[in-house]
């Protein structure tokens, strides 16, 4: 069951058993996330085999970029990760000025962060809510949804963009946010804290959701490190790295002078930070690992994503107060047809979905020679093979929403 | 006019011909028909018009257990059983002429058996004038249930002695009978149980599961860069090859 | 109801015949509107209860301001569709199948009590009959699963059946309870027996039975293959599972097949736990006082003015509560997510049938050691439960034949499956004449 073409010498076709079956889910499937191909081998209910077959949304992204200047190619890598826009303009970003060694200035810098952070409260959302509709659940994807648009209209305040922004180039961002927009956004902040609760009712503390998810996909930190996994589902597996602490001193810079917590689980206790409370300050309080959650499995990527909502509104809410207190300017971007220097540079950022790298290769001209996107869905998705090995049918799209895998960033 | 007086005198027995006409009828269609689940399904028609010859003789209760337990129960089953297992093969099944004959002559001396029994039978011949014909509400569900525990309650009145108590009731072989269906659930729940297997998920269970798929002679195809296409089953949808045509033909299979 | 038509129309010659047949098409002509236009108001109910949960509004442009006719617009467009059959189909079984489905769910509702008195047919096996025809739905499904000719729809039809098949056992368990308890299986008698003040139903009668109606409430969304438990439509999984190849005219009708025994095991509930037709507070005898009286059983005078109040009133009450089950059913939908099928079965076997069980038996030991109910039916006879015509018309029986001890038991109907009189002379076999 691989390609059709029987060119590669090294395809081969398994048997079949009589009693098994050989079942697509997708590339059209309401679960599959996008343009995602599932081979199953199944015999009636078990899931014997699986093979994610990609590449339906590839567009040439990295061989476009030898062809653009550097700030050409930021709105392809938007188009990458379409549902955290801003972080993909934010890896594209640093990796050309640590090419050109420039620096941004302050109140450049806490913008980057509250825009991005921003933009992960955004994609954990649609996250959290289409793995929701994945089970079954209709209604907490509408409130996801919901919360999002607020969100999505503030980006529409600063860029003039809701899903593609462009807004975050290399030497800093287009424009300064509005006037008046960090009033907008610390009154949303306030209004989403007392909707997080909703979400833990609806799913997290759901019977049936806990039936559906606990002890399903058991990835273990091994086994993730050894397939590149990265992002909650390498924290969700008990390995403690976060690339805003632990990464390249160009990016941790960013958020230096930052309170929050990196959401892992700790080893020994198998207990999550509960820096959460001063979030709450009314006392509310978080739901409890069930007992049935073995660490690594499907319930715990998703209790990361949740609690990483959380970090993500004590961020933003430390940048608003930082940004406002900054003066000067928020970083021009840098020229056109800026030429860039001799020489590679490779940066990693913690994306929503995991680590996502930018490779640029120069030649001295504005074109790069080389450009390369590592994605941190790539080797997430290849997970799903193993962990859906002896699963039922029902599991996979409850294994494959687990990992939140967007295909934009896995075909480029 | 007096067709329809005459039609509706003999209501029942329109009625009757109807449902009785059905159940013969599609259980002939079961012994014609070729196509194995449209067999079944003639069954269940045929089932469900008997049940209908119960309701048009009041008996309400035996006629729902009909439904219920046969067309509900048994039928189900059968289905589940032919639709499970009803490959190419067995979809279409052909009666031959030796059957046939066999069938007839078992299958007649049967019906001759039962008809002569049923028209010498004093009770079953009916003297009444049929346009009297009325649907009894029998409420026959309370003394059935006091029967099967134990108190026959319509032999009352009876002049033998011993059945006049009104304890010959059928209490023994309902728990008998109930014991009985107990010791097959359990038995087909244990026959039909799954075997020991790793059912985990992620690493547990790759190893195990893994071996089964390994190609024979992997190693060796890889080395000899050749590539064997082991497409046994034939269903499967055949790719084309780089000239765009079908590759159904199997010599075009080359092994190098 | 057809015993009026002749009385007054056709008279008791040659034509008589016409009066029965007119009765039944009204009968059936009532029903399939109860299916039809009741799946069309619960569809409607379905879209905006989702829309309000799910924090927007649900249609709002056909039919005024709240979208009332949307259902409408969306079956013409149904019927208006291509008729497509898929090329490896079995075509005769995937043609029927709809068929099947929907004449399930419509039958079903002929042994239903809509009020004391309106019913289709006056079956005194009320309980078992509509049990035993909704689980000939399930051959509905099994045969469009089949008939579509893919794996897809084949996967979602063999599971929609087991799970249908397996919750009929809890579900008969949870039936048992109000039978024993009111002692016949007469729907209408059960539901006549609620009468009275709202404590007098069934399911505040001891602890048991209010958990066996939740139980039964959880059988029968299971039996109906709705969310939680509606692997069979799970359109994440598999695309629409057993109906995926139908569209137009045959999706409505398992659509309409789906509604209808929703709305029918939402009725079964009310009528076996809720007081059926009865209202928390009892003006229906009040009321036909105050109209008239309730005398003039159907069939010898026309209904009196009384007897029609409290007809319409208790047939609005039940369906009232019917909607207010359905409401229910559609409320948990949209709020949880789906179980898996292992799942499905282990909560049948593991939960509901020990559960069902349990409290079967404390119900009954509840009676038999008389423990405290709150309502009253120990106190009178069941014979005075029972539809007024047919007390009338015992009563005639009983000033013409004999009257037999209440403490002796009565012969049981002969053998003789066609008798021209009705020789029962009390309506049931009562052992100790009533309840103690």
Known sequence: MSATNIDDPRVIEFDVRTDEMIINMGPQHPSTHGVLRLALRTDGEIVSDLEPHIGYLHRCAEKIGENLTARQFVPYTDRMDYLAAMNMNLGWALTIEKLLDHDVPEKGRHLRVLICEMNRIASHLVAMGTYGLDLGAFSPFLYAFRERERILDLFEKTCGARLTYSYIAPGGATADLPVGWTAECSKFINQFKKVIPEFHTLLTTNAIFIARTTGVGILSPRMAIDYGCTGPVLRGSGVYHDLRFHGEERYTELYDGYEFDVICADSETGKYPSSHQEVYKDGLEYPDVPSDAILGDCWHRFYVRMLEVVQSVRLVEQSIVKYDACSGSHGEPIKLTQKLPVGEAYLETEAPRGQMGFYVVSDGQSNPWRVRARSSCFSNLYVTAPLCRGVLLADVPAVVGSLDVVMGEIDR | ?256 | MAEFFNEYIFGDGPWSWLGYVIAALIACILIIHVVAVGAMGFIWLERKVAGRIQDRLGPTRVGGKFGWLQTLADGIKLIAKEDLTPDVADRFLFKIAPYVAFAASFSAFIALPFADGVVANHVNTAVFFVLAVLGLEVFGVILAGYGSGSKWSLFGAMREAAQVVSYEVPLGMCVVVPVFLCGTMNLTTIGNMQEGFITNWLVFNDPFTFVIAIVYFTCATASVNRAPFDLAEAESELVAGFHTEYSGLRWSLFFMAEYGSMFLVSGLAVILFFGGSNGPIPVGDWLANLLGGVEGSIGANLPSLGAITVGVIGVANFIFKGAIGVTVMIWIRWTFPRLRIDQVMAMCLKYCVPIAAFCFVGAVGWEVLDLPTPNNLDEKSRYEYHEKWSQEYLKTQRESVPTENDTHVQQAVPAEAIVTTVAVSQSDLDVNGGKQ
């Not at chain 2, 007086?5 to 329109?14: E, I, K, R, T």
């Not at chain 2, 269906?181 to 269970?205: D, Q």
């Open chain 2, 1 to 256: 006019m007096e067709l329809m007086a005459v039609a509706w005198a003999y209501w029942h027995q329109f009625f009757f011909i109807i449902f009785a006409g059905s159940a013969v009828g599609f259980g002939c269609g079961v012994l014609i028909s070729q196509n194995i689940v449209r067999m079944a399904f003639y069954l269940v028609l045929s089932l469900g018009s008997t049940a209908g010859l119960f309701f048009l003789a009041g008996a309400e209760f035996v006629g729902a257990m009909q439904l219920m337990i046969y067309v509900g129960g048994t039928m189900v089953l059968l289905i589940f059983g032919v639709m499970l297992t009803a490959q190419k093969d067995f979809v279409n099944m052909k009666t031959h002429t030796h059957d046939w004959i066999l069938a007839t002559v078992v299958g007649g001396s049967l019906l001759m058996v039962l008809l002569f029994a049923a028209f010498g039978s004093e009770d079953w011949r009916s003297p009444q004038d049929p346009t009297d014909a009325h649907i009894v509400d029998t409420k026959a569900a309370t003394p059935l249930g006091l029967a099967l525990t134990g108190v026959r309650v319509d032999k009352l009145d009876d002049p033998n002695d011993k059945l006049n108590q009104g304890k010959s009731g059928y209490l023994m072989p309902f728990i008998i009978i109930s014991v009985h269906l107990l010791v097959v659930l359990i038995g087909a729940a244990y026959m039909a149980r799954t075997k020991k297997l790793s059912h985990a998920t992620g690493l547990r269970s790759s190893r195990a599961r893994l071996s089964v798929f390994k190609m024979e002679d992997e190693d060796e195809v890889l080395e000899e860069e050749k590539y064997v296409v082991l497409r046994k089953d034939k269903r499967a949808t055949n790719p084309l090859d780089t000239n765009g045509n079908s590759t159904d033909n199997p010599d075009n299979t080359d092994e190098d």
